[in-house]
């Protein structure tokens, strides 16, 4: 009696993720420079749609980049 029962609920996000065009301008390259990085492993990408098709970037894997770079005694 008088107990009030508080339910937890869980908050899920959705990941955010940008065009490889966009990615290369916050970088400051082109987005040739940027699709060589993915595939030197530089930065992962996810393909929708199948072969040949869009490549997105997840903006924490690109937030990520750019902290290692601004931490690197080179950058």
Known sequence: FGRLLIRRKTVTTKPTY????????????????????IGQGVLPATQIGGPGKRL????????????????????
């Open 56 to 75: 997105l970037i997840h903006q924490d894997d690109l937030n990520e980049l750019i902290a290692r770079d601004l931490s690197s005694p080179t950058g």
């Open 18 to 37: 940008i065009t490889i065009q966009r990615a290369a301008e916050e970088l400051g390259i082109t987005h040739w420079t940027l699709r060589r990085w």
